[in-house]
């Protein structure tokens, strides 16, 4: 009888276990748009902080510039990015400052053409070239969040 | 559940208990991580001991901050740039005046020809002090301003009052007053709580003589785009002077505080010590300002008399906050502890790093936040500016020595006092604006074009104070140019 029922009770312990890890790290958050999210784990506060103090500020939250618009691409991204970052806090043992990764800024610069294309599709090659070439953020660095907000790494 | 489980062996049994197991215990490993880090992050300090105006002792404080404390303490060791510091086995860093002896030649008959030394970190300020062999000759009590923490004792010879117990302090000798900062227990390097209020732990600035000397230069017309609410205040009714510890700003006092000490200043025993930016920050403005100040006496301000010459020359300190003032970074709204004390993450937490050093020596941090380049690409722009800097400097030094040549020579030919009088004016501008730029702790990085701007002008003047002695039967060919 004992047999029987202790695995029933120790799958039972991990899925009660896990559900509140899910809920205490907020993990329903991270469905939602909301920018605070992205505070949750406090590394992207000095980002958060310079988004405020941003020209777009009134008009984009993280995730319109920073994830894909279309439903599959953006949970693909959503997953992606999350699998990356967790592991990261949770091991501490990423580069810092953070930066941008490539895949990343592909999303960025197609998300600074879904609203302002009709302006710059002159000036914009459409051609694949290197992702450098025509980055609107390359100049424009402030657009999205003001002044570099400074933040160095671990000892 | 009999009927269920019909069919698993005991060792399946056995496998899917530890499999579970490993799991439960890796997710509650996850859950007290995620609590840990929610937990440093609404961490701010404990107050363990209590800490008060008098508190002169960091490791009091450092019960308290100990992330803070922790850094502070690095301040000991031993770190080195291509041209500053000290990274050595010997006990004292290299002398300065044996690795470039026209420094020496320059400062004959100051106490700086005797002993003049690579930096060390702030752990060290009043230990070297109280040791360089500069002491052998008299100094003034005025030294402590900046190498002690000293206000618990400037309250005490000013019956509660520092700005009153300050103007006393030039009176003192040094080993007197060093002793009495020794017996009232407060025999410390610069501390906590000359940068930070004990009861709110704000930035504020406690020093008397940057205090008088920033409302000077807020007094004064010169321009300050790099500091808004200096601006701001010249625009205001001007009821009260200009007091940083109310009307800066955060990024400002984040400078202000460094500002209490790495300036240039007058530190003998004939005045109180003076921070000269009546006229502005510029070498300029600052030989303006020392040209313009007399001593009690009537006689013009001179730091010492040069041993070959005879020439009233002006030693400069170390005008980092000066020379910084006239770059790129301070226009650009950047202080000086963006890249000497930058922020660094400990878990969840943000602290500004107290281990004061060459943002060289931590360039992710320091320079990366903002310049999105390699650290190997960093570096080498660093060393370009640097590289070209010592190339001037040793230029001007050269000059320098030509002219200390120049004028020995007429003397030995017999030119008079009158006769030399127009080289040495010229050696008085020449060795300010060179040693304004060697005494700095930048090697011109503060602000290159700035610095190489008053280097140019250092090798002119001693070029031209040379051809001055040569020609002295003329009575000098040239004089200096009117600015």
Known sequence: MMFVGLPAILVGILLGVGAYTFLYAEGLSYLSDDPETCINCHIMQAQYDSWQKSSHHAVAVCVDCHLPHDFLGKYFAKADNGWHHSKAFTLQNFHEPIMIKASNARILQDNCLACHDDLVHEVVARVDGPAEEVRCVHCHVTAGHGETAGLGGPE | ?483
């Not at chain 2, 002077?241 to 209490?260: G, H, I, K, L, W």
């Not at chain 2, 922020?343 to 969840?348: D, W």
């Not at chain 2, 290159?448 to 009575?475: F, H, K, N, T």
């Open chain 2, 1 to 483: 559940m009999k009927r269920y489980l019909r069919g698993w062996s005991t060792t399946g049994v056995l496998a899917l208990v530890a499999i579970v197991a490993v799991a439960t215990a890796g997710v509650t490993a996850l859950l007290v991580n995620i609590f840990e880090r929610k937990a440093e992050a609404t961490q701010t300090y404990v107050s363990l001991a209590e800490i008060t105006e008098d508190t002169t002792d960091p490791a009091e404080w450092g019960i308290n901050f100990p992330r803070q404390y922790d850094s502070y303490l690095r301040t000991a060791e031993a770190t080195r740039t291509r041209f500053g510091g000290h990274g050595g086995s010997e006990a004292l860093p290299e002398q300065k005046i044996e690795r470039d002896p026209w420094l020496q030649r320059m400062f004959r008959g100051y106490a700086f020809s005797i002993d003049y030394r690579d930096r060390r970190g702030h752990a060290y300020m009043l230990v070297d002090q109280e040791q360089t062999e500069r002491q052998t000759k008299p100094q003034t009590g005025s030294c402590l301003h900046c190498h002690a923490s000293i206000m618990p004792l400037y309250r005490e010879l000013g019956d509660g009052d520092a700005m009153a117990g300050f103007a006393e302090s030039y009176k003192y000798s040094y080993k007197d007053l060093n002793a009495k900062l020794h017996d009232m227990g407060h025999g410390h390097a610069v501390s906590c709580v000359d940068c930070h209020d004990p009861d709110t732990m704000a930035l504020r600035v406690t020093r008397p003589g940057f205090i008088y000397g920033i409302q000077a230069l807020a007094e004064g017309g010169a321009e300050v785009p790099h500091l808004p609410t200096v601006q701001k205040w010249r625009e205001s009714s001007r009821a009260e002077p200009y007091d940083p510890n109310v009307d800066a700003s955060r990024t400002e006092m984040r400078s202000f505080v460094c500002a209490q000490c790495h300036v240039e200043y007058y530190c003998a025993n004939k005045m109180p010590l003076t921070f000269p930016w009546g006229d502005g920050l510029t070498a300029d403005n600052v030989e303006k300002f020392w040209d313009e100040t007399t001593f009690d006496d009537g006689q013009r301000f001179f730091d010492y008399k040069h041993a070959e010459t005879g020439a009233e020359v002006l030693k400069a300190q170390h005008p980092e906050f000066e020379l910084w003032s006239q770059g790129i970074h301070a226009r650009s709204g950047v202080a000086c502890a963006d890249c000497h004390m930058p922020y660094q993450r400990e878990g969840a937490s943000k602290v500004s790093d107290h281990w004061v050093r060459s943002p060289l020596l931590n360039v992710n941090r320091a320079c990366q936040t903002c310049h999105r380049i390699s650290e190997d690409e960093i570096l080498a722009r660093v060393d370009t500016i640097q590289q070209r800097n010592f190339d001037l400097l040793q230029r001007g030094g050269a000059a320098i020595v030509a002219l200390l040549d120049a004028v020995q020579k007429a003397r030995e030919e017999g030119a008079t006092d009158e006769q030399i009088k127009p080289a040495l004016e010229l050696q008085r501008k020449a060795q300010w604006r060179l040693d304004f730029i060697a005494a700095e702790n930048s090697m011109g990085f503060h602000a290159p074009q700035e610095a190489a701007r008053v280097l140019g002008e250092a090798a002119d003047y001693a070029r031209q104070g040379q051809i001055a002695a040569m020609s002295w039967r003329e009575g000098g060919a040239t004089q200096a140019p009117k600015p």
